[in-house]
Nanobody, 121 residues
Framework: QLQLVESGGGLVQAGGSLRLSCAASGSIFSINAMGWYRQAPGKQRELVAIITSGGSTNYRDSVKGRFTIPRDNAKNTVYLQMNSLKPEDAAAYYC???????????????WGQGTQVTVSS
């Protein structure tokens, strides 16, 4: 069974840091991209950062210079290092992966269960 297991959310003061982790497991043949989306109450889910298998990254403008998305390919794990957090960063953060599983010819999108990030002002 394919799983994306997230950890690392919590409460932090504005200006503080948090690191989210997401580990993918379950008969994975290859991972094309992994990343993070977030969704605040009453708002649409939005891309925060994504990294491809080739190492290319893309960040939403509002987090550039504050967030990074390192990865550990050997562990099928991606992280989201969040620094200088602002109240507007508060949201449920969802891990995302586009990957191909063994015995399946095409790639699909998968999502984690979400982890809450709360930023106090």
């Amino acid at each position: 069974q394919l799983q994306l297991v997230e950890s690392g959310g919590g409460l932090v003061q504005a200006g503080g840091s948090l690191r989210l982790s997401c580990a993918a497991s379950g008969s994975i043949f290859s991972i094309n991209a992994m990343g993070w989306y977030r969704q605040a109450p009453g708002k649409q889910r939005e891309l925060v950062a994504i990294i491809t298998s080739g190492g290319s990254t893309n960040y939403r403008d509002s987090v550039k210079g504050r967030f990074t998305i390192p990865r550990d390919n050997a562990k099928n794990t991606v992280y989201l290092q969040m620094n200088s957090l602002k109240p507007e960063d508060a949201a449920a953060y969802y891990c995302y992966a586009n990957l191909q599983r063994f015995s399946i010819s095409s790639s699909s999108d998968y999502w984690g269960q979400g982890t809450q990030v709360t930023v106090s002002s």
